[in-house]
């Protein structure tokens, strides 16, 4: 069982008015509504944010071309994407060194599962985008768990 730093925070406060005033117990429904669920792959590894990755190789021909237009096509699709209920955060990793890019798209995890019914829409979309792309190969996609640590 894990807060968030925001329900944490809460809790917290929550917490520290009933030691100050000792009138209501630990366990009100405030505090048990605050604390979210873990779901567990095993002892100590437990999360409640899923992520699913798109990511592909650009070069640094014709002033990195391929690049500036993966981004274009980023940006084409980004409303959408950040539109997609549950959706928690969107983030694009560039690699200059191994001429990565990435974007990731983090869900609450019992969010994902609606996602993933609609095929991750705009995914379809944005990967036809990047093969249309001079430049770019290994297109490919990926799903993990997410968790600060």
């Known amino acids: 069982i894990i807060l968030n730093d925001s329900a ?19 366990t009100t429904p405030y505090i048990r509504n605050q ?8 002892e100590g590894v437990e999360f409640d944010t899923i992520a699913r990755e798109w ?4 070069t640094d021909d014709d002033d ?5 237009a993966a981004q274009k096509a980023l940006e084409s699709v980004l409303a959408e994407v950040k539109a997609v209920e549950g959706v928690t955060g969107v983030t694009r990793t560039v690699c200059g060194g191994c001429l ?8 609450s ?11 991750f829409a705009p995914e379809a979309d944005f990967l036809k985008k990047l093969e249309g792309i001079d430049g770019i ?3 490919e996609t990926q799903t993990f768990t997410i968790m600060p640590m």
Do not use: H, N
């Open 64 to 68: 990195k071309a391929s690049l500036q």
């Open 35 to 42: 604390i979210a669920s873990m779901i567990t792959i095993t």
């Open 109 to 119: 995890a019992d969010k994902f599962g609606d996602w993933e019914e609609k095929k």
């Open 137 to 139: 190969s290994m297109i």
């Open 8 to 26: 944490f925070s809460k809790a917290m406060l929550a917490i520290s008015r009933t030691f100050l005033t000792r009138r209501t117990p630990l």
């Open 100 to 107: 990565d890019f990435k974007v990731s798209t983090s869900l």
């Open 55 to 58: 990511r592909c190789k650009w």
